[in-house]
């Protein structure tokens, strides 16, 4: 079987590592363009120590036409704001040019498909409507039709993955009350990569949790995009997240209250009926807590309920990887979607 | 000034060996007493190690007559149900004796006023209920008057004592919507103590978050009480405490929505107000948020407050030290007042 | 091609969960039998929670003439001292059987070839000389050839693991002066396993350096056996390992002076020689140091050298994850070269 | 008693917030003045969080003769390097002022006799030999009586402190055979201070152990130059020194072999006589192990020793928190014997 052509570009960044790793261990991928603006020049082995003997490609800059030319598919791993224009520009150069070029962007670029929610989110305008409408926001255990179909996939935030998968039963099966949803969510300091800010100095971050930006992070907007859509109500999402005293994994927790005919058993069956046959999602049995312990390095979800009879809460539990199924591991199985391959293929997961 | 003579009952746990470097530490107490069942006879320097060359007592078995003699405060640092019939025993022979001796708690065993509630949260009859509802719930900044007369003073739980300094306010100025408070809790591993279990051991708690006792943990039980005692109607809580990645310190989230006729700015002056001329209580800035960090090593509480516009949810989050305002420290803010002493006086803080 | 029947006795032990994960996606290896015997009955699913969903398969008791008959290989991962007896009995009964069963033994018990050590290093009398001399000592790097004959490969310990691929090209090239070595060791808790100790509870270990048998651990003697045999002298070292804050990995670094002939470049020359086409062996450029982020869930080992000019001293450091290439991913390359598989088979590394 | 009045530096930093809790603790001192170039303005609370409502006072520019007015003492909390001359022209400008200032400079500018050492191991030149020359280096154990006459303190390294103190009495009585001395250090990422580099960001620290420096630290000439001076004849050091994942401590293990008139018991009975009546000094018994958790927040060094028989080497293990003794409780223990306090005033510790 002939390999896909990928490139990345950000491939100095964190998360560019983490794929890297999972690219060069991918029997059906060939690594064949890796762009870096702030290393250009340097071996990808200079950059990331841990590659050192067995990537030896050198960093280039940024040069549309040679991704067009020689990718058939390439992951966007740049700053969000950076980057949108350059993208649209590269898609519309790879039709003129006849190339099949796919595009899966790791940033919250194309995530948000309604422009005005950029200014208040992220702080940028955002003046490419179109695209942003027909880009697929790649969470497979939803949108794997689409984005099979996709030019264009938004590789989802990873609060928003370990929410969404959480959530979307009850809001597809329709059973929450209310339409307000609290979540309260702890994430490794890797989720705040490499350049030095206040919440990735280990003086900071080491015997420390950081609550941050709350009720004002931008995964929020996605989070209700997604509840909205599924629900075909108006969902909000109170979200506060922390930074915890470890590098990898990430756990979301759900408040919500059920509607009256709702009760715990249905609940267990609806999750079940849901994620039949889906690879990556592990349902975890009564009375089990998920673990980032348990996911981490693999592209796994995992999920538990605790129904508080008391107070008539639901409490969602879920924790994934978010370097993997929070970022690369999800870009993977998208790639792997978009070019008919094995939705597991290169995934490193017992299950 | 004369000494005030302590003693511990149980001085081989770990929250005795913070307690035993305050009092060590502290110009008006003389340590007389160190009991202990599992090290009688090993100096306390051979046990807790970090206090090598300070304190070379030797541990010895639990006899009431001794304590009761010797002892005008005596510390009681065992496992919850383990020593409530001793406990009541024990005031009832220093009665007997004419002896002054006061009792400070650091267990659950006289924290709940209901002797129903035992059974329930404890898995134990508890059967002196008229100790039971004489013990003083020792929260200094909610009941000092009555701590400065107690015989019996049942130190509060660590998570209570964070959620309860964060949520008093509201509830004692009635503007909290709803009865049902939901509290999302991070804890350190010195939680869990020194006796192997799955919430202590390296490998299951570094790099790792543990859900525990999900919407389960006797601690909500303390809550309640107290909140429903503030606000004077039924309080019920959804508390889900986790064991976090780091040793020392606490913190709590509050999610609760406010009355129409409460606003931000009239709640942070309530709180400014409600705590005013407390020593151990730090009120953020708006925008500022409470780090473990801040408070480790310290008998602070530091509260901040966050409201979420779009959802009209209010946020409160506070963090202590989970041992010091958690645990020691609260002990020995307890004895200043039993004794008429400063009430800052032995704890290491600066402010 | 026929999958390779494997077996594992300790099976509900760390490395263990390390292995069993290992196999699992072994393409080359059909998993047939679990023995546990302090958790006989239960599902492997259910004792290593990162497994559930993806190994089902019971843990049945010890049973010889079972694994005899169903495993071509079987991996011993007991304690020390528990199992040399029936290691010896379980091949015997296999020859009887006819059965070509090989065995790759985790424990110490095989890995000295001299009967006296075993009392003096691990307190007990080991009876099975002929065995501890046939048995072939499973450092692939410098024994590959009698591993891929061997009937029984004693795996090595971590910290031997760690000095002997640091030191090695050293000894054989007999460039060090005298025959003391000073090693220096930081290993993570993993090292420590699951059953409570005073080196894996969190509260002993999170933010702490433990030395632990200082001068007196018994991997001393592997190292000394070892470095003997490679510089056809007697070699003696002077061990100090410790037990440090992090989970996974381990650093050793060796002190030792070179003889007036030897200088910085010719040793560099000696150790690429030593290791050309070695594929687990990451030697670093002159100035860079190695790192335990950068092998941790590999089978690499890295080794950095520095020579300190003013002090004539050679400083050879190098990393290893200790539960891989120090423990189960050894004994997957073991396996590998005793069934005629390529060496890297199974084993994740982008090298 | 009237105040000492106190002023520092570089009252930013890591090491001055430490310090700035013992200042603000310590009931001899009056903090009168805090210098800050980068955060010029602001009150300090707002730049050290930890100090919120305890030390409102504003961060000024540097002016040398307000200093010389208005303290007794001054900290300087600077980089290597960058304030050498400065401290000249302010302790010359407070003579001509007949001002009795009084300088304690934690920085690694005066600790060095010999300028010639400067270009070599800092990279700078250094033209104030004279003061060089009749600066003390602050190590109380034992340069005491020096430093109560001292007008310039150069407060040691965090390593070399711990060094010194570990292998001091050993020199003195000249029981060391050879005059190369092995030294194998872990310290906590403090160490690294909170300017972002590769050695304090949290993705390179935590789960990791990084050698830096190796054979070329600058603190070895501090080691050296005071080796020597104690042993009375020219002594080297191959220092390796590591950041390791946790924040606060060091474990320092210094290598050596015994002249054969040495013994263990011996040296042991030298060890307690060279701490004779030293309150910062613990020593251990046989057996027992130095760890950074009886030490951290504490001004105290803990000594074990391990005599390998075998190989007749000795290991000396010590351990500091290397912000308190290492750094600023150091400096505080210097400014009470420059001003006839009782040397453990204001230092935390239950000894």
Known sequence: MQKVRAGIVGAASLLSSVLLRLLALHRHVEIVLLVSETKTGKKVEDVHRELRGAISKKLVPYNPREIAEQCEVVFLCKSHGEFWKKTGELIALAKRMKSVLKVIDLSADYRLHDPELYPVWYGFEHKNARLLRDAVY?????????????????????????????????????????????????????????????????????????????????????????????????????????????????????YLRLKKRADYKSVVKMYHKFYQGKDFIRLLPEGEYPQIRNVVGTNLCEIGLVYDQRTGILIVMSVIDNLMKGGSGQAVQNMNLMFGLEEKEGLPSVR
């Not at 990569?193 to 100095?201: D, H, K, S």
């Open 138 to 254: 790649g969470l497979p255990e939803i949108h794997a039709r689409d984005i099979k179909e996709a030019e264009l996939v938004a590789n989802p935030g990873c609060y928003p993955t370990c929410v969404l998968l959480g959530a979307a039963p009850l809001f597809q099966a329709k059973v929450v009350d209310g339409t307000t949803l609290i979540v309260d969510a702890c994430s490794g300091v890797s989720g705040a990569g490499l350049r030095p800010n206040e919440r990735n100095l280990a003086m900071y971050t080491m015997e420390n949790i950081l609550p941050y930006r709350v009720a004002s992070h931008p995964h929020a907007a996605e989070m209700e995009q997604e509840l909205t859509h599924i629900a075909r109500e108006r969902i909000q999402v109170t979200f506060v997240p922390h930074v915890v005293a470890f590098k990898y994994g990430m756990l979301t927790n759900i």
